[in-house]
């Protein structure tokens, strides 16, 4: 971070103006290593800090389960740390928000045939929403994270770009991050690597969190088995139905379309018909009529993304984009690089032709764009309403025999 006041603009390292001391801001306190030592620093720059961790759901079985996220043990930790630095720290009891603005858009989006991102959903629904507005009944200046994830101040306000880590990159994960949002939050790890922020808790004595793992599962799924999750709050998901080749043939039944994403090959339950059998990937599901439908694996290299509820934080209204397309990199998985593509506007949206194909790509996941270039600056996203490959299929004369696939 910055020192902490610049005598000189009257701001301090936050780009606020006043002294740290004169500037509440409300830390964003998970019980992980990276909120703790947000909180640390600003504690030690002056700031007058409060933390307050965020009661999402019942943590049951994931009370002790190394690697879950806000679980029960989190909660205490988070108050340990608030403890020893000096701040106050509040548990906000969002169980009931959490379960309708996350877990239940999470079941309806498995149900659907799609793959959903839980953890945009959070941070754009519970977090930059909920949170943000108790902060500011808090009387805070800011809403501060724990996110490797970087915001600046340009030419037409702030600007969110990609952290000095690369490898903790979490900007896939706040593409709904809205301009408004973006004035109010800030990230002081952004120009830290995770190496940094551990060394920063040992120095500051939190040891409690300096070497406590990263959180790794849905918070809400501590089992790992997400297909439990959404049977029990979507049971009709769990309809059995018929496992289809891209040809139309029909290779066999399926248990519910829950079980299955796009892009997985094995455990499809199908057999293979010879050794010279191609292997077979899941390309797409149709809930509707409780198909799972599989084929090569080229009929996965999707090309043209057409996306929903597009967030925008260009400069340029996204409407006033050229006919032939703004070049952009996208990123289509949070554990992929960017890529290059097209952004053209679309009525209700925006479609991404993405110049080299992306396998694996299905409906639900988020396609995040970047500026051109070095790819630094986050322009906004949008959720994938439909993945378009250039396969076809051969004629029926070059089929030959019926494709099998790795259990």
């Known amino acids: 971070m910055r020192e902490p006041f610049d005598t000189r603009t009257g701001l301090n390292s936050l780009d606020l103006p006043g002294r740290p001391e004169e500037t509440r801001v409300v830390v964003a306190m998970s019980g ?7 909180a640390a620093l600003l504690k030690e720059q002056g700031y007058d800090v409060v933390g307050i961790t965020m009661q999402l759901y019942d943590h049951g079985v ?8 806000c679980a029960g043990q989190d909660i205490h930790d988070a108050r340990r740390v608030a403890e020893q630095i000096g701040i106050p720290h509040y548990v906000l009891d969002y169980e009931d928000r959490f379960r309708k603005a996350v877990m239940d ?7 659907a045939g799609e793959t959903p991102i839980p953890c945009v959903r959070c941070n754009e629904r519970v977090k930059f929403r909920d949170l943000l507005e108790t902060a500011r009944d808090l009387g805070a200046a800011a809403l501060a994270t724990g996110h ?3 915001s600046r101040q340009g030419a037409n306000g702030r600007e969110m770009h990609r952290p000095r880590d690369l490898d903790r990159d979490q900007s896939y994960f706040l593409f709904t991050t809205t301009r408004e949002q973006l004035e109010f939050l800030r990230f002081p790890l952004g120009d830290l690597t995770k190496p940094e922020a ?17 959180s790794q599962d849905i918070c809400f799924v501590p089992t790992g088995r997400y297909t439990t999750i959404v049977q029990k709050l979507r049971p009709a998901s769990a309809e059995p139905g018929e496992i289809v080749h891209l040809d139309g043939r029909v290779l066999g039944r399926h248990d519910g379309i829950i079980n299955f994403t796009v892009g997985q090959r094995r455990g499809l339950g199908i057999g293979a018909s010879g050794p010279d059998s191609e292997p ?3 390309v797409k599901l149709e809930p509707a009529a409780r198909r799972v439908v599989v084929g ?3 009929a996965l290299e999707t090309h043209r993304l057409t996306l929903r509820d597009v967030n925008w934080i260009g400069d340029a209204p996204l409407e006033s984009l050229p006919e032939e397309g ?12 960017p890529v290059k593509a097209l952004l053209k506007a679309d009525e209700g949206g925006a479609v991404v032709e993405l110049l080299v194909g992306e396998g694996g790509v299905a409906p639900g996941q988020a396609c995040v764009f970047y500026e051109a270039g070095r790819g630094d600056r986050i322009l906004g996203g949008g959720w994938i309403a439909r993945a378009e490959s250039r396969w076809r299929p051969a004629p029926p004369s070059d089929r030959g025999l019926r494709a099998g696939s790795e259990r």
């Open 105 to 111: 858009d999470f079941a309806d989006s498995y149900a």
């Open 62 to 69: 994931a009370v002790q389960k190394k690697g879950a996220c």
């Open 32 to 38: 992980g290593v990276d909120s703790s030592v947000t």
């Open 198 to 214: 551990r060394a920063l808790a040992t120095r500051m004595g939190l040891d409690v969190v300096a070497e406590k793992p990263d």
């Open 280 to 282: 077979l990937f899941v």
């Open 148 to 150: 490797y994830i970087a």
């Open 326 to 337: 703004m070049p952009i990199l996208a990123k289509v998985r949070s554990t992929r690089p």
């Open 296 to 298: 090569p694996k080229d």
